[in-house]
Structures are given as C-alpha cells and as structure tokens.
C-alpha cells in the first residue's frame, strides 16, 4: 500500500472539569483500543511536545494576563498539530488527546471570561487548513456535579493554578462545556461520569464498539 491510500487515522479528544475522572478513562480507552489492535497516539494539551510541555509548565505554575494565557494554549495547539497530530492521522493512527480547543472554550471563555469572538480567531487562526477546521472526530466530555469532582480532587492532589480556582470558576467551566456540548451535538457526547467505573467503561465500549 503506498502512502497515499492510507486512510486518515481518527482524531478523538476527551474534556470535563477537573477531577471528572477523565485521566482515569483515557488510560483504560487507549488500553482497551490498542487491544483492539487500533495503532494510536495517545497525548495532551497543553503539551504534547517538547515545546508545549515547557508551555504547559508555564500554564498551570506561574500567574499572567487572560490574554497571555489563552495565546500560550493556542502557541502549544499550533505546535500539537503540526508537529504531533496531523502527521500521526495522515499515517492513519488513532489520536487520543486529553483536552483540546474545547477546553480554551470552557476554561479562558467560561471560566476566566474571554471574548468568544476572540475564541473563535485564534481557533481559525491555528486549526483552519484547506479543507476546514482541524477538530476532533469525536469528543466526550466527562461530566460530573462539582461537589463530586471537588471531593475527588482532595483525595491528596498537589493542585496547579486551575484547579486552585473557586467554586463559582469551576461551575462557569461546567456550565460551558456542556454549552458546547449543546452547539455541537454531532461531535460532542456528554458523558455521565458521576457513575462506577466499570458502568462508564461499558458505555465507552458501546461508543467504539463499530469502530475500525
Ligand atoms: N467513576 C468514578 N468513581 C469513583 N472514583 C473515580 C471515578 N472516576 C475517577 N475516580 C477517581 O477520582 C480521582 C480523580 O480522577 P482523575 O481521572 O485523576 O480525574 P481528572 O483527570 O478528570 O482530573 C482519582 O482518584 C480516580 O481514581
Ligand atoms: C487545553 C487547555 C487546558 N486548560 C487547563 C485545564 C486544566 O486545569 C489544565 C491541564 O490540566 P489537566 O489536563 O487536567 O491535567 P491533570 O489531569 O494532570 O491535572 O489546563 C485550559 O485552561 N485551557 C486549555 O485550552
């Protein structure tokens, strides 16, 4: 087969607020996906390569302005795409991303108060290509009431400059992700991640089970 027939690997992200358990899923869906002997990257945001993991230091320990904040996710993104996703979907692997744009929706938009309008330059700004905006295929977001992933968090987490923030941040944050959710129903599925694990993972199986 040359290169070319290769078919476009899929581009799959996972969201919810902090302490949703979504750490906890994506490991048990990347395992469960390679078993089924899917070829996939599995990475994050900010991050995901050597640049934007230094970004990513910078983001979640030192203090800046909105703004700084919200380039520096676009700055890691623009570096993820090039350098890390559009080469592992163009060899037709699998890309599984904890957090994504959505997440700039939900946190620098819903939570900090960013201008949408803005949101929305910087996304074309990094993801548009040719044939569109670069988005995932597919995103769950793993969603939970707040007293629920408070009370996870404080199981003996050392906290970054996110998940530091009040109550009243992380409910913008919910609030946002499911509005998304809303406006892109084709692509986002809310997931109910206030259940047992091995209920959440059937679900997951369900969603993949006819994916090749
Ligand atoms: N469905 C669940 N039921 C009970 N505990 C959970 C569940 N999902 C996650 N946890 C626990 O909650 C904590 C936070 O989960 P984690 O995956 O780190 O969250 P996140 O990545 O969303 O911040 C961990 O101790 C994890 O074992
Ligand atoms: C990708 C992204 C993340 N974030 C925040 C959300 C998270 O609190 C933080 C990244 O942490 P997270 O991915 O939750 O890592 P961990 O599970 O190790 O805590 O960055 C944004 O504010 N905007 C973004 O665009």
Redesign the pocket.
Known sequence: MTSASVARGRFISVE???????????AWLAAWLLKKGIALQQSREPGGTSLGEKLRALLLNESMSLETEALLMFASRAQHLTEVIEPALARGEWVLCDRFSDATFAYQCGGRGLDQTKFAQLETWVQAREAGLIEPDLTLI?DVPLEV?QA??A?G?VLDRFEREQHDFHARVRAAYLERAQQNPQRIRVID?????EV?QAELAEIFADYE
């Open positions: 919810g607020i902090d302490g949703a358990g979504k750490s906890t899923h994506l793993f992933s996870r968090m199981n987490r991640a206030n259940r047992p694990l959440i």
